[in-house]
């Protein structure tokens, strides 16, 4: 489910089936990593939409969580916190983490979510099929993972 | 000279006859164009999308085939890839399927689960359809899956949109 009013209406009538919520994380640096921080972003929404494409009766594609890079990460993630509270108040059993940031790694254990880190690839010298089959290679890998934890907690 | 001699009468006869068979099929014309029209626009085929699978290619096991086309959305065109079933069922025709299962909307795979190799199977809430698409009893999906309406041109199979069928399972 993405975060359009239509499949909000669907998620509220099929609530029960939809228990997994995925939250793109978007770190925004100006200056001279602005170009880097864009390349990352754009990495994360395709593959956050290809996945969402993948698994649409189960996961909320949340919109994603968006700070900036040079701030404290003690704020960060107070923040973070605070969306997982709501999240989980809502009837959500599962929570993904989609981030292309190592720094997050360290992290991880304040978390209740599951983390996922992906390296960044630079996708912009790529056509549109080559595009495709990079980063659905790469959320085939997720989509075991997914399964895998959905089964663990049955 | 010519022997037969056109008379005044006769002339003006035969002019105004060839003026006002032109007037007529310059009238009727466009409305016979008119009325035949939704002939010829079946003929063009409405909204055929090609695919880069050969219908030579196309074998009895349900194999994975992507298509891309142009979407409007509002004003963003953008460039969507849509995937399709294709396989031959036993009466040699082609059958293409929608990927997306009916319960909820993800994407179905065939054979992925081990259990049920000759279906197919959505990984979100375990829905199974048999071969043909028709829902497996007992899962959660409720109807087939969608059909797409295919042609064949230049050996290249072309799928048109996905449309749902009625038949319960």
Redesign the interface.
Known sequence: MKWVSKDIETYLTAKEYVDTAVIPLYSVSFGNEMKHSASSAEFITLLTNYLERQFTGRIMLVPPYTYLKNDQYEDIIKGLKKWEENIEKNEFKHIFYITSEIEWKNFEDELDGSLIWLPSLPLEHLDESQKISMIESQVKQLLSLFTQIWHENL | MSKHRVSRRQFLSYTLTGVGGFMAAGMLMPMVRFAIDPVLTAEAGGDFIATPLKIKDITTEPQRV?F?FEQKDAWYTS?V?NTAWVYRDEQDNIIALSP??K?????VGWATSKDHPDQFF????FGRYTKDGTNVKGT?PIAPLDVYPLKEKDGLLYLGKAEPRTKEA
């Open positions: 992507d891309t460039e890839t997306v299962c319960h909820l909307g993800c994407t959505c990984p979100c809430h959660p």
